[in-house]
């Protein structure tokens, strides 16, 4: 066997063991299989200081398996840009629902994540039959749900709604950035790293700033 080959098949074992590595997180989709329509739902930005908070809601075809998936945390920004792409192309159906940093002041973050994930729901082109949510049960939808314990890491939906949901941040993060480029919201994504709050006690908090967040900063 030449060199070449050797690689081939190599590639090919590493492409088999990643398709494995996906069919395992579609289990819940698997379990629930009845329902046609099924959807994940997530969110980002509960933490930062600056910006939304965002949700995403994916509806996937049931035979669709989307290879090197997971939870948008552990994914490159490079990779996250490909799924995002990927999932955009083959989704029966994507919602995004967001929440101000005015509305997380009045309200407070969790009941702002609700709210941003109730829309991105109801956002959706079709009325999804269940929602496999990560972590938690959203009030006031007529909707079965499913909460999963680190979702966005066990279900190829909720996966996919947690890089629909990252990779729309990331990018408003980012026009922030060049809008007021001194507080270096495309690196930090809003959260309260050191030069963020160097930046903040310096210049003084934006109109994207949480106030209930950066009270003990300025």
Do not use: W
Not at 22 to 45: A, F, H, N
Not at 66 to 80: C, G, Q, T
Not at 151 to 156: F, N, R, T, V
């Amino acid at each position: 066997m030449t060199k070449k080959e050797e690689a081939r098949l190599r590639r090919e074992e590493k492409f088999r063991r990643e398709m494995e590595r996906v069919e395992g997180m579609c289990i819940y989709e698997k379990e629930y299989d009845t329902y046609s329509l099924i959807c994940g739902v997530d969110e980002v930005g509960r933490g930062p200081f600056a910006g939304p908070v965002l949700a995403g809601a994916v509806i996937l075809p049931k035979d669709v398996r989307i290879p090197y998936i997971n939870d948008s945390k552990k994914l490159s920004e490079k990779r996250r840009e490909e799924l995002y792409d990927v999932i955009q192309e083959k989704a029966v159906a994507i919602g995004i629902g967001t929440a101000s940093p005015q509305r997380i002041d009045e309200i407070n973050i969790l009941q702002a994540t609700y709210e941003a994930m109730r829309e991105a729901v109801r956002k959706l082109s079709v009325v999804p039959e269940l929602l496999l949510v990560d972590a938690v049960q959203i009030p006031e939808l007529d909707i079965r749900q499913v909460p999963i314990v680190k979702g966005d890491a066990k279900s190829q939906s909720i996966a996919a709604a947690s890089v629909i949901a990252k990779v729309t941040r990331d990018r408003m993060m980012a026009e922030y950035d060049r809008i007021m480029p001194e507080y270096h919201f495309a690196s930090n994504k809003g959260y309260g790293t050191r030069e963020h709050i160097e930046a903040l006690r310096k210049y003084g908090p934006t109109d994207i700033h949480r106030r209930s967040f950066i009270h003990n900063y300025v």
